[in-house]
T-cell receptor
Framework: GAVVSQHPSWVICKSGTSVKIECRSL??????MFWYRQFPKQSLMLMAT?????????EQGVEKDKFLINHASLTLSTLTVTSAHPEDSSFYIC???????????FGSGTRLTVV | DAKTTQPPSMDCAEGRAANLPCNHS???????VYWYRQIHSQGPQYIIH???NNETNEMASLIITEDRKSSTLILPHATLRDTAVYYC???????????FGTGTSLTVIP
Protein backbone atom coordinates (compact mmCIF):
# COMPACT_ATOMS: atom_id res chain seq x y z
CA GLY A 1 0.00 0.00 0.00
CA ALA A 2 0.84 3.67 -0.08
CA VAL A 3 3.63 4.71 2.29
CA VAL A 4 4.51 8.14 3.60
CA SER A 5 7.90 8.58 5.22
CA GLN A 6 8.43 11.41 7.67
CA HIS A 7 11.84 12.48 8.94
CA PRO A 8 13.10 13.00 11.55
CA SER A 9 10.94 11.07 13.98
CA TRP A 10 12.05 13.31 16.81
CA VAL A 11 14.16 16.42 17.16
CA ILE A 12 15.32 18.66 20.00
CA CYS A 13 16.36 22.17 19.14
CA LYS A 14 17.31 25.35 20.93
CA SER A 15 14.93 28.26 21.14
CA GLY A 16 15.42 30.64 18.22
CA THR A 17 16.70 28.07 15.76
CA SER A 18 14.86 26.61 12.76
CA VAL A 19 13.90 23.01 12.18
CA LYS A 20 13.00 21.30 8.92
CA ILE A 21 10.73 18.27 8.74
CA GLU A 22 10.50 16.19 5.57
CA CYS A 23 7.54 14.25 4.28
CA ARG A 24 7.98 11.88 1.36
CA SER A 25 5.53 9.70 -0.50
CA LEU A 26 7.54 6.57 -1.27
CA UNK A 27 5.55 4.71 -3.85
CA UNK A 28 3.06 7.18 -5.22
CA UNK A 29 2.82 10.74 -6.42
CA UNK A 30 1.11 13.09 -4.03
CA UNK A 31 -0.36 16.18 -5.58
CA UNK A 32 -1.67 17.25 -2.19
CA MET A 33 -0.04 16.99 1.21
CA PHE A 34 -1.38 18.08 4.57
CA TRP A 35 0.48 19.17 7.68
CA TYR A 36 -0.99 18.71 11.14
CA ARG A 37 0.03 19.57 14.67
CA GLN A 38 -1.05 17.61 17.71
CA PHE A 39 -0.67 18.63 21.33
CA PRO A 40 -0.83 16.04 24.13
CA LYS A 41 -4.25 14.48 24.63
CA GLN A 42 -5.70 16.53 21.78
CA SER A 43 -6.79 15.77 18.26
CA LEU A 44 -4.88 16.55 15.10
CA MET A 45 -5.17 20.15 14.00
CA LEU A 46 -4.80 20.88 10.31
CA MET A 47 -2.14 23.54 9.81
CA ALA A 48 -1.90 23.80 6.06
CA THR A 49 -2.52 22.13 2.75
CA UNK A 50 0.21 22.11 0.17
CA UNK A 51 -0.24 21.44 -3.51
CA UNK A 52 2.72 20.57 -5.68
CA UNK A 53 4.15 23.59 -7.41
CA UNK A 54 1.98 26.16 -5.69
CA UNK A 55 1.87 28.06 -2.42
CA UNK A 56 0.49 26.33 0.62
CA UNK A 57 -2.93 27.21 1.97
CA UNK A 58 -2.79 27.88 5.70
CA GLU A 59 -5.60 27.40 8.18
CA GLN A 60 -6.82 30.38 10.10
CA GLY A 61 -4.54 31.24 12.97
CA VAL A 62 -1.47 29.49 11.57
CA GLU A 63 1.42 31.85 10.90
CA LYS A 64 2.68 31.22 7.39
CA ASP A 65 5.93 33.10 8.02
CA LYS A 66 6.68 30.88 10.98
CA PHE A 67 5.69 27.55 9.44
CA LEU A 68 7.20 27.50 5.97
CA ILE A 69 5.91 24.80 3.69
CA ASN A 70 7.49 23.77 0.43
CA HIS A 71 6.06 21.19 -1.95
CA ALA A 72 8.57 21.28 -4.76
CA SER A 73 7.94 17.81 -6.16
CA LEU A 74 5.22 15.21 -6.31
CA THR A 75 6.95 13.14 -3.65
CA LEU A 76 8.36 15.65 -1.19
CA SER A 77 6.96 18.33 1.07
CA THR A 78 8.86 20.08 3.83
CA LEU A 79 7.76 22.00 6.89
CA THR A 80 10.23 24.43 8.41
CA VAL A 81 9.52 25.80 11.85
CA THR A 82 11.39 29.09 11.94
CA SER A 83 12.65 30.76 15.10
CA ALA A 84 11.26 27.96 17.19
CA HIS A 85 10.01 28.65 20.71
CA PRO A 86 9.06 26.25 23.49
CA GLU A 87 5.36 26.71 22.68
CA ASP A 88 6.07 25.21 19.23
CA SER A 89 6.92 21.93 20.90
CA SER A 90 4.41 19.46 19.54
CA PHE A 91 3.84 16.34 17.43
CA TYR A 92 3.85 17.26 13.73
CA ILE A 93 2.28 14.86 11.24
CA CYS A 94 2.10 14.96 7.47
CA UNK A 95 -0.35 13.26 5.17
CA UNK A 96 -0.49 12.70 1.44
CA UNK A 97 -3.28 11.86 -0.93
CA UNK A 98 -2.62 9.37 -3.69
CA UNK A 99 -4.49 10.65 -6.71
CA UNK A 100 -5.12 7.09 -7.74
CA UNK A 101 -6.86 6.22 -4.49
CA UNK A 102 -9.61 7.76 -2.45
CA UNK A 103 -7.55 7.78 0.69
CA UNK A 104 -5.04 9.70 2.73
CA UNK A 105 -1.85 8.15 4.04
CA PHE A 106 -0.15 9.56 7.13
CA GLY A 107 3.45 9.73 8.15
CA SER A 108 4.62 8.45 11.51
CA GLY A 109 5.01 11.94 12.92
CA THR A 110 7.82 14.12 14.24
CA ARG A 111 8.12 14.94 17.91
CA LEU A 112 9.59 18.45 18.18
CA THR A 113 10.92 19.67 21.52
CA VAL A 114 12.20 23.23 21.76
CA VAL A 115 14.39 23.95 24.78
CA ASP B 1 -13.84 22.30 10.65
CA ALA B 2 -14.73 18.77 11.70
CA LYS B 3 -18.28 17.79 10.82
CA THR B 4 -18.49 14.74 13.03
CA THR B 5 -19.52 13.93 16.58
CA GLN B 6 -18.23 10.89 18.42
CA PRO B 7 -18.44 9.70 22.03
CA PRO B 8 -15.21 10.58 23.82
CA SER B 9 -14.52 7.09 25.14
CA MET B 10 -15.68 3.49 25.03
CA ASP B 11 -14.65 0.19 26.53
CA CYS B 12 -14.91 -3.20 24.90
CA ALA B 13 -14.13 -6.68 26.17
CA GLU B 14 -11.42 -8.54 24.33
CA GLY B 15 -12.87 -10.86 21.71
CA ARG B 16 -16.16 -9.03 21.51
CA ALA B 17 -17.30 -6.73 18.75
CA ALA B 18 -16.55 -3.04 19.18
CA ASN B 19 -19.18 -0.74 17.70
CA LEU B 20 -18.06 2.86 17.37
CA PRO B 21 -20.74 5.38 16.38
CA CYS B 22 -20.30 8.64 14.51
CA ASN B 23 -22.80 11.38 13.73
CA HIS B 24 -22.34 13.46 10.60
CA SER B 25 -25.73 15.04 10.06
CA UNK B 26 -24.42 17.80 7.76
CA UNK B 27 -22.66 15.49 5.34
CA UNK B 28 -23.10 16.50 1.72
CA UNK B 29 -23.95 14.20 -1.14
CA UNK B 30 -20.45 13.59 -2.43
CA UNK B 31 -18.58 13.47 0.83
CA UNK B 32 -17.12 10.18 1.94
CA VAL B 33 -16.93 8.85 5.47
CA TYR B 34 -13.41 7.86 6.51
CA TRP B 35 -12.27 6.05 9.64
CA TYR B 36 -8.75 6.23 11.00
CA ARG B 37 -7.20 5.22 14.27
CA GLN B 38 -4.21 6.53 16.14
CA ILE B 39 -2.18 4.52 18.57
CA HIS B 40 -0.26 6.62 21.05
CA SER B 41 2.51 8.73 19.51
CA GLN B 42 2.04 7.32 16.02
CA GLY B 43 0.55 8.68 12.83
CA PRO B 44 -3.09 7.85 12.07
CA GLN B 45 -3.74 4.53 10.39
CA TYR B 46 -6.36 4.15 7.69
CA ILE B 47 -9.13 1.68 8.50
CA ILE B 48 -11.94 1.99 5.99
CA HIS B 49 -14.03 4.46 4.05
CA UNK B 50 -17.37 4.55 2.26
CA UNK B 51 -19.88 6.72 0.46
CA UNK B 52 -23.32 5.11 0.70
CA ASN B 53 -23.01 1.37 0.86
CA ASN B 54 -21.77 -0.66 3.76
CA GLU B 55 -18.16 -1.64 3.41
CA THR B 56 -16.02 -4.43 4.82
CA ASN B 57 -12.33 -5.14 4.71
CA GLU B 58 -9.89 -7.23 6.68
CA MET B 59 -9.84 -4.75 9.53
CA ALA B 60 -13.42 -3.65 10.02
CA SER B 61 -16.90 -3.08 8.71
CA LEU B 62 -18.50 0.29 8.07
CA ILE B 63 -22.25 0.65 8.33
CA ILE B 64 -23.69 3.90 6.93
CA THR B 65 -27.33 4.74 7.55
CA GLU B 66 -29.58 5.24 4.57
CA ASP B 67 -29.82 8.98 5.16
CA ARG B 68 -26.01 9.05 5.58
CA LYS B 69 -26.29 11.14 8.73
CA SER B 70 -24.51 8.61 10.88
CA SER B 71 -22.27 5.60 10.64
CA THR B 72 -20.84 2.83 12.78
CA LEU B 73 -17.43 1.27 12.64
CA ILE B 74 -17.41 -2.35 13.71
CA LEU B 75 -14.31 -4.20 14.84
CA PRO B 76 -15.66 -7.76 14.84
CA HIS B 77 -13.31 -9.32 17.38
CA ALA B 78 -11.49 -6.66 19.35
CA THR B 79 -7.99 -7.39 20.60
CA LEU B 80 -5.80 -5.49 23.05
CA ARG B 81 -3.91 -4.06 20.08
CA ASP B 82 -7.08 -2.31 18.95
CA THR B 83 -6.83 0.06 21.90
CA ALA B 84 -6.49 3.46 20.20
CA VAL B 85 -8.26 6.70 19.41
CA TYR B 86 -10.65 6.25 16.50
CA TYR B 87 -11.50 9.16 14.25
CA CYS B 88 -14.46 9.49 11.93
CA UNK B 89 -13.94 12.07 9.18
CA UNK B 90 -16.14 13.28 6.35
CA UNK B 91 -14.46 14.75 3.33
CA UNK B 92 -14.54 15.04 -0.41
CA UNK B 93 -12.07 12.52 -1.87
CA UNK B 94 -10.35 15.18 -3.93
CA UNK B 95 -10.81 18.04 -1.53
CA UNK B 96 -8.20 20.15 0.16
CA UNK B 97 -9.46 19.83 3.70
CA UNK B 98 -9.29 16.78 5.92
CA UNK B 99 -10.32 17.74 9.43
CA PHE B 100 -10.15 15.54 12.49
CA GLY B 101 -12.73 15.72 15.22
CA THR B 102 -12.15 14.73 18.81
CA GLY B 103 -12.41 11.00 18.17
CA THR B 104 -13.32 8.08 20.44
CA SER B 105 -10.76 6.59 22.76
CA LEU B 106 -11.39 2.84 22.67
CA THR B 107 -10.00 0.70 25.44
CA VAL B 108 -10.09 -3.05 24.95
CA ILE B 109 -10.23 -4.78 28.28
CA PRO B 110 -8.75 -8.26 28.84
Amino acid sequence: GAVVSQHPSWVICKSGTSVKIECRSLDFQATTMFWYRQFPKQSLMLMATSNEGSKATYEQGVEKDKFLINHASLTLSTLTVTSAHPEDSSFYICSARDRGLYGYTFGSGTRLTVV
Amino acid sequence: DAKTTQPPSMDCAEGRAANLPCNHSTISGNEYVYWYRQIHSQGPQYIIHGLKNNETNEMASLIITEDRKSSTLILPHATLRDTAVYYCIVSFPTGNQFYFGTGTSLTVIP
